[in-house]
């Protein structure tokens, strides 16, 4: 009987742990997956300030080349 708990408790024991590494792993994965976005949301703001600065000198361009 003696036997029957410890080996009971050792494979709760080794479920918990299992259990833990997974939560472990899914939150190393949400910080990858959060610097991710920050990064290509940085990324989305210089093209989108780029685009506007091209668009800018364009139509300067474009009105300094009219008579």
Not at 22 to 43: D, F, V, Y
Not at 51 to 64: P, R
Request: glycine letters at 6%; aromatic letters at 4%.
């Amino acid at each position: 009987m003696l036997k029957l708990l410890i080996i009971i408790n050792l494979l709760l024991l080794s479920g918990q742990v299992v259990l833990s590494f997974g939560r472990a792993t899914q939150g190393s994965e949400l910080g990858r997956l959060q610097n991710q976005a920050q990064t290509l949301a940085a990324q989305n703001q210089r093209l989108r300030e780029a685009i506007y600065s091209s668009s800018s000198l364009s139509h300067i361009w474009t009105l300094a080349q009219k008579p």
